[in-house]
């Protein structure tokens, strides 16, 4: 039943929009090497910040904007576009593309939106609590850590 709840809602929502909705997503590095995750609310799981472009915002905005929610940290520089995810199914909730960006971050890790985000960690890359992440993001991180530039 709630697989073909699912396939309406989708296709109500594809209908309406007609397009993938566009987010970014952070891959942020602190200057200890570590990745910073945001703990989700609704899942548990542990994802990367990030969040929907808003009409009329650029990317790095977008990007500089949300970690800031999430995290509370600044971006001090984005390092490189590591790729951009476009799958159906790589968010449960709807058809999005996500830009991927590694950044330079500095600042205090506090949760600054609570009704999204529950935790904030900084992980080193062998302590990344993969099989518990959000959406695809354990794809993505593995092909940061591969150094991979991916289009999917």
Do not use: C
Not at 60 to 80: F, S
Not at 110 to 116: A, C, T, Y
């Amino acid at each position: 039943m709630i697989s073909r709840f699912s396939h309406f809602f989708f296709t109500v929502l594809g209908i309406i929009f007609r397009h993938p909705v566009t987010g970014a997503t952070v891959i942020p590095i602190l200057a200890s090497g570590e990745i910073v995750l945001v703990q989700r609310r609704d899942t548990g799981e542990w994802g990367l910040p990030g969040g929907v472009v808003n009409w009329g915002e650029e990317v790095a905005v977008t990007a500089q904007r949300e970690l800031r929610e999430e995290t509370g940290l600044d971006l001090l520089e984005i390092r490189r576009l590591v790729g951009v995810y476009s799958a159906r199914d790589r968010d449960p909730r709807l058809h999005s593309i996500s830009i991927l960006i590694e950044a330079a971050v500095s600042g205090n890790l506090q949760v600054q939106d609570d009704l999204e985000i529950s935790d904030v960690k900084a992980f080193s890359a062998e302590s990344i609590p993969f099989g518990h992440l959000a959406h695809d993001h354990e794809r993505q991180l593995k092909d940061f850590l591969a150094g991979k530039t991916i289009i999917a």
